[in-house]
């Protein structure tokens, strides 16, 4: 009888994350997240910034889009908005259906003009109305806050904005990470006993304070390294760095583990006797066997970044506007909480999206960090 087939390690870990449904969905989903926010601009049927003065507090409007009307099924449709006063609490104003007037839902609609990516000039959004910006047929799927600005469009936006810098905070913490989690590994001795020292320091400071006192250290405007950039992108780059600059030390720890351990191998040592120089060891034998870890460290790493960013946002020393990040639309909620809690809890949507990412982020690297565990009870064998 022949052996049972290994499987490559890809085989594997696919295998394995398979078994792992919630994990897996969660990865779907975050895949899909990503792609969403990546054409925010083209998806939010408004510019995130597009104030309709008429149309402030709006409920949701996702459950009154209409499928039926009094022939039948019907395309998809909304009827107008009529303001009026709200008889059991006279300051506020509440929105009914004009059933007079009806505006069909397309898709591909010309709305305001904005650049793909930064670079397409179009005019095209996914879906709305395509009505004007004065009339009364709008389609504000998760409703407006107190300046008539519709929410989806914002938080497609604030999601990009966030996942944005969330990425490019752990591409630097990588840089760093595996610098001195790489030369700390491979060097051991007393330059690994002071890198472990120094590691040991970063992580033992609370990191929101740091944070905090980083922040407000800031100048306002000064040129970020003399370039010339729009003070909402300065902070935005000068956030990115504060955020790498106390998120490296987890993962520097993380990759020292598993130098220390390659560093004795069989083809470390060839590569030693061959005269090969320690940074050419560290980048082209052991970093690259330590990519599975880099993985799962990277994607465990999302949600608190994430979070520290909102909670930075959300306490006013985060992303400004212009630029509109999850965080920032949960501060302009906290400034009236318990009116906005009672009377408006739509505008908690970006929260929601909040938890369900960091949840999303969390799921799926639990199941990524089971899948390349090498001691799993999957031996892999065909």
Do not use: C
């Not at 001195?180 to 002071?194: E, N, P, R």
């Not at 922040?215 to 955020?243: D, E, H, M, Y």
């Not at 639990?366 to 031996?379: E, G, I, K, Q, Y």
């Amino acid at each position: 009888m022949s052996e049972p087939r290994a499987l490559p390690l890809r085989a594997l870990v696919w295998r394995r994350l398979r078994r792992r449904k919630l994990g897996l969905a969660s990865g779907a989903f975050i895949v899909l997240l990503a792609l969403t926010f990546a054409a925010a601009d083209f998806i939010a049927p408004y510019d995130y910034g597009r104030q309709h003065r008429r149309a402030p507090y709006v409920p949701p409007m996702l459950a009154k889009i209409h499928f039926w009307d009094e022939g039948g099924p019907s395309w998809p449709f909304v009827y107008a908005l009529e303001r009026v006063r709200d008889p059991d609490n006279l300051g506020l104003w509440r929105y009914e259906e004009d059933r007079a007037q009806r505006f069909p839902i397309h898709f591909f609609v010309r709305g305001e003009p904005y650049r793909l990516w930064g670079l397409i000039p179009t005019d095209v959004h996914f879906f709305g109305t395509g009505t004007p910006e004065n009339s009364p047929g709008q389609l504000f799927l998760l409703g407006t806050n107190q300046s008539g600005v519709d929410l989806f469009s914002q938080v497609m936006v604030g999601g990009r904005v966030s996942l944005t810098l969330v990425l490019l905070v752990i591409a630097l913490s990588f840089v760093v990470g595996v610098l001195v989690g790489g030369v700390s590994g491979y060097a051991g001795g007393g330059l690994d006993t002071l890198l472990q020292r120094a590691i040991e320091v970063t992580m033992g400071l609370p990191r929101l304070a740091l944070l905090l006192a980083l922040v407000a250290a800031i100048p306002p405007s000064a040129p970020l390294l003399g370039l010339n950039l729009p003070p909402a992108l300065q902070r935005f780059w000068a956030i990115a760095g504060v955020l790498a600059l106390v998120n490296w030390a987890p993962l520097a720890r993380v990759i020292r583990g598993p130098v220390l351990g390659l560093r004795e191998e069989d083809y470390v040592l060839a590569a030693k006797a061959t005269g090969a120089g320690a940074g050419r060891i560290v980048w082209r034998h052991l970093l690259p066997n330590t990519v599975s870890t880099l993985v799962v460290s990277a994607t465990l790493a999302v949600p608190g970044v994430l979070v520290l960013e909102s909670v930075l946002s959300f306490l006013g020393f985060g992303i400004n506007t212009p630029m509109v990040s999850w965080g920032l639309l949960l501060n302009q909620v906290y400034s009236n909480f318990v009116t906005n809690l009672n009377f408006y809890p739509w505008l908690l949507a970006p929260g929601v999206f909040l938890f369900v990412t960091v949840l999303a982020f969390n799921q799926f690297g639990d199941a990524l960090r089971d899948a390349v565990d090498p001691f799993s009870v999957d031996s892999g064998g065909g």
